[in-house]
């Protein structure tokens, strides 16, 4: 299985990258996980116009990434447990996760996802939201390979 993050947001090496590969690292031997952050000077200007204009920019930058079981981060996408996370990517050769950025999604992009998933009603930066995805992603593996992690 291949798992892939994209996110909009600008890279870094901070203390939530450190966990997030930890999460990758420990993940591997059950799926190869990869995470990208998506951000150029399209994206920095949209953002500068509204919010039509950069849901647009984060659309177009997501897009080429969308072959697979495709997933959306979203506060109105479906609460799930643990269980049905893991029920939902067991399946897959390859998933995608996409996470918005600050002006979230376009309607029409999330019409062409698979499913629209939220991991809490709180909003959450987007380091934190990747953070609590990776762990939320090896628990699910977890889950799958029969591994104790889960309890």
């Known amino acids: ?3 892939n993050i994209y996110a909009i947001a600008k890279p870094s090496n901070d203390e939530f990258d450190k966990l997030c590969k930890e999460f990758m690292k420990m ?3 059950y799926a190869k996980v990869e995470s990208v952050s998506l951000f150029n000077k399209k994206i920095a200007k949209a953002q500068t116009l509204g ?7 984060y659309s177009e930058a997501f897009e080429p990434y969308m072959n697979g079981y495709n997933i959306a981060l979203d506060v109105l996408g479906s609460k799930m447990e643990s269980f049905e996370f893991a029920k939902m990517i067991e399946n ?3 998933v995608n996760f996409f996470i918005g950025g600050a002006y979230g999604f376009e309607r029409d ?3 062409k996802c698979d499913k629209i998933v939220t991991l809490s009603d709180l909003t959450m930066a987007h380091k934190i939201a990747n953070l609590v995805l990776q762990e939320q ?3 699910a593996l977890c889950i799958i ?3 104790p992690y889960h309890k």
């Open 92 to 94: 897959s050769t390859v």
């Open 27 to 29: 993940s591997s031997k």
């Open 51 to 57: 919010e039509k204009e950069a849901q647009q920019s």
């Open 137 to 139: 992603l090896f628990r």
């Open 145 to 147: 390979n029969n591994h």
């Open 1 to 3: 299985m291949k798992i």
């Open 109 to 111: 992009f999330l019409k």
